[in-house]
């Protein structure tokens, strides 16, 4: 039987993270599956791939820490190099800019920003070698667009965007597909807080979306099927943003 192809999702130990992952391992991957520190969420999303006849390795590092990122992937990256990377992990820190603080505002940009570079630059030379693969960096219709009390994330997200485009645009001849997936408001941890009925008459669609319905897009990036996108921002956001 041939080996899998790998796919390392970065923040996967719940919300749309852990969806991409299911997914991606219903679509034929081995998952490497990172989180930071919700170490039973990961293991239940392991346990949910090993039951869908899937397997997965639990990598526990913060993205925003390049020593953590390096020694965290040098054992496996030794043996294997993934064909799908995921650039997912993230968290929002909102405030308006009059007050917000500098820890609020650099540790946006380190988990997003940071995250992103750490982890592509560890796999990108063996990607380039083997001349195949695809990135998907998950960014936000706030780095489309401007919202109040989100200078820092959409800052990082608009910023993430612009690295999509120029990687893409590095490596594509080598046949690496780089594209972004932009989510709008997705029912997770990190929008539980958000006040539903100020937000709704925002969105065209009148509900918030799925994990589920960004991990089916992220999937159709890594799939045969878009063989010819590359540097494209794919939003997810029920015409929140058009
Ligand atoms: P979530 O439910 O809060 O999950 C965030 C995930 O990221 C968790 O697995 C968390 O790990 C991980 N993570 C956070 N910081 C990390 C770090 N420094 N290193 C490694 N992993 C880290 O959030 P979500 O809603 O699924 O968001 C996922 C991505 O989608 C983020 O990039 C977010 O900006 C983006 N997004 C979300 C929405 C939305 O409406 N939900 C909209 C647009 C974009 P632990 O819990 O284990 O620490």
Same mark, same amino acid.
């Given at each position: 039987?041939?080996?899998?192809?790998?796919?390392?999702?970065?923040?996967?130990?719940?919300?749309?993270? &852990? %969806?991409? !992952?299911?997914?991606?391992?219903?679509?034929?991957?081995?998952?490497?599956?990172?989180?930071? @520190?919700?170490?039973?969420? %990961?293991?239940?999303?392991? &346990?949910?791939?090993? $039951?869908?006849?899937?397997?997965?390795?639990?990598?526990?590092?913060?993205?925003?820490?390049?020593?953590?990122?390096?020694?965290?992937?040098?054992?496996?990256?030794?043996?294997?190099?993934?064909?799908?990377?995921? +650039?997912?992990?993230?968290?929002?820190?909102?405030?308006?800019?009059?007050?917000?603080?500098? /820890?609020?505002?650099?540790?946006?940009?380190?988990?997003?920003?940071?995250?992103?570079?750490? *982890?592509?630059?560890?796999?990108?030379? %063996?990607?380039?070698?083997?001349?195949?693969?695809?990135?998907? +960096?998950?960014?936000? #219709?706030?780095?489309?667009?401007?919202?109040?009390?989100?200078?820092?994330?959409?800052?990082?997200?608009?910023?993430?965007?612009?690295? /999509? $485009?120029?990687?893409?645009?590095?490596?594509?001849?080598?046949?690496?597909?780089? +594209?972004?997936?932009? =989510?709008?408001?997705?029912?997770?941890?990190? #929008?539980?807080?958000?006040?539903?009925? $100020? *937000?709704?008459?925002?969105?065209?669609?009148?509900?918030?979306? /799925?994990?589920?319905?960004?991990? !089916?897009? /992220? !999937?159709?990036?890594? @799939? =045969?099927?878009?063989?010819?996108?590359?540097?494209?921002?794919?939003?997810? +956001?029920?015409?929140?943003?058009?």
């Amino acid at each position: 039987m041939s080996k899998k192809p790998v796919a390392l999702v970065t923040g996967a130990s719940k919300g749309i993270g &852990a %969806a991409i !992952a299911v997914e991606l391992s219903r679509q034929g991957y081995d998952i490497w599956l990172n989180y930071r @520190s919700d170490d039973a969420g %990961a293991s239940t999303i392991a &346990a949910e791939i090993e $039951r869908l006849g899937g397997a997965c390795s639990l990598l526990c590092f913060d993205v925003a820490n390049a020593e953590a990122v390096a020694s965290g992937l040098e054992s496996l990256l030794a043996e294997e190099t993934p064909e799908v990377l995921v +650039n997912n992990a993230g968290f929002a820190r909102d405030g308006l800019m009059a007050l917000m603080s500098e /820890t609020d505002w650099q540790s946006v940009l380190d988990v997003h920003l940071g995250g992103f570079f750490h *982890v592509t630059r560890q796999l990108l030379p %063996a990607m380039l070698k083997r001349r195949r693969g695809r990135i998907i +960096n998950i960014v936000s #219709t706030s780095g489309e667009t401007g919202v109040p009390g989100q200078v820092n994330y959409s800052a990082a997200k608009a910023g993430l965007i612009g690295a /999509t $485009r120029s990687l893409a645009a590095e490596v594509a001849r080598r046949k690496i597909l780089v +594209n972004a997936v932009s =989510p709008g408001f997705i029912e997770t941890e990190m #929008t539980t807080d958000i006040p539903k009925e $100020r *937000v709704l008459p925002m969105i065209p669609m009148g509900r918030f979306g /799925t994990a589920e319905e960004v991990a !089916a897009v /992220t !999937a159709f990036l890594c @799939s =045969p099927a878009a063989a010819y996108i590359t540097g494209q921002v794919l939003s997810v +956001n029920g015409g929140a943003y058009m």
